[in-house]
């Protein structure tokens, strides 16, 4: 690592520090919570945020100690748009799946067997009875 | 402060990584596996950055680049294959 | 939307990219970085089925920064419910009603939905007019969907006009 000046030295710090805690409780998250889907909320928010400090601080050091370089955005910008998909698959996937959610979740859906594989046979049952 | 802040990072996602490994073989689902891998890969990126930033050397930069999008394309495969028992329909 | 430009701002985020990826600017990096956004949007264009053009550019900055702030809100919250001692959380599942109609705004609105402040887009329903949210700690389910659409479904509209 080269020296930087102090403002960069400790901004850069700060984006560092700030992303790796947010990682780091992100990843704890995915460990303490108690279903699927609520381990879900944590690591698709907090890591992207951790790895967009990472970034900004890799940003503010070459920048400074180098010359303007801001291709690490890429990485921010692809990962803000994939988390997303795959955070949305694997709900779905949770959900089709059935997966046991913790006894206080209230489930506020009208029909939750649309949203299940094991029991497609019901839907369609009920499809042809409102069309009867 | 940089000569802290570095390993300090280091040391989270060091930590970070293993919780991760820890629900991987934990389970219980097939899913909480593919969370758990989706979160290795996103962790592991950002310790190539950090790496980056030691080493003084923007040369890690394109592994960052290749391990995000490889990643990402590897959590979808498996997650369609869980929800459809294929991945190309 | 003109037969050399399709979709200028297709053509701009592709030149943006470019220039990114190389990581220097120069004149011949952006001549050849046009040409490549040019032609890719050409190239692509047939398979393309959605229309979608951006009516108020000043809106659609606005709503990036405001869903900047609200991902920083939203992983402090997250944080909070992780890390404070084990109160009981009260996840719930809710049917969010849509009024857009467009895929393309539809989806940008989901995946918002992921990224701000305790909610998870889970499925679109079958015919297209609800979106299922997964809420990690919610005690009042009708604001949290007058919230969504206050804040982020208005402004989608604005933007695209659907």
């Known amino acids: 690592m080269l020296e930087l000046p102090t403002w960069a030295d400790y901004l850069a710090s700060f984006f560092i520090i700030i992303g790796a805690s947010f990682a780091a409780v992100g990843s704890y998250g995915l460990l303490r919570l108690p279903d699927f889907m609520t381990r879900l909320h944590a690591p698709t928010k907090n890591t992207t945020l951790g790895v967009g400090g990472i970034i900004l601080g890799s940003i503010v050091y070459f920048s400074v100690s180098d010359s303007l370089s801001l291709h690490e955005l890429l990485i921010a910008i692809f990962l803000f748009m994939t988390a997303p998909i795959s955070a949305h698959l694997l709900a779905k996937a949770g959900l089709h799946l059935e997966y046991k959610m913790i006894s206080s979740t209230r489930d506020l859906r009208e029909h939750p067997e649309d949203y299940s594989d094991k029991s497609q046979h019901t839907a369609k049952e009920r499809d042809s009875e409102r069309a009867d | 402060m940089l000569a802290f802040a570095v390993p300090f990072a280091f040391v989270m996602f060091s930590i970070a990584l293993l919780m991760n490994i820890y629900r991987l073989f934990l389970g219980p689902d097939a899913a909480d596996r593919i969370l758990a891998l989706d979160t290795i890969y996103i962790n592991s990126l950002a310790l190539l950055i950090l790496l980056g930033i030691w080493h003084n050397s923007t040369a890690y930069f394109e592994a960052a680049v290749l391990i995000a999008m490889l990643g990402f394309i590897g959590t979808i495969a498996a997650t369609k294959f869980l929800l459809r028992g294929d991945i190309i329909e | ?162």
């Open chain 3, 1 to 162: 939307m003109s037969r050399i430009l399709p979709a200028p701002w297709l053509s701009l985020f592709l030149l943006i990219v470019w220039l990114l990826l190389q990581n220097s600017v120069s004149v011949g990096l952006i001549v050849l970085g046009a040409i490549l956004a040019t032609a890719i949007p050409l190239y692509t264009f047939r398979a393309r089925d959605f229309p979608l053009t951006i009516h108020r550019p000043g809106t659609a900055v606005v709503y990036f920064l405001v869903l900047l702030v609200d991902i920083v809100v939203s992983n402090i919250d997250i944080a909070k419910i992780i890390l404070l001692p084990r109160k009981k959380i009260k996840p719930a599942l809710i049917e969010y009603p849509l009024d857009l109609t467009n895929q393309v705004p539809i989806t940008i609105l989901a995946c918002t939905i992921t990224l701000t402040p305790g909610t998870v887009s889970a499925e679109l329903s079958r015919d297209g007019n609800t979106l299922l949210i997964h809420a990690l700690n919610v005690e009042d389910v009708d604001a949290l969907i007058a919230t969504i659409k206050q804040r982020y479904e208005r402004r989608l509209k604005e933007i695209f006009q659907c």
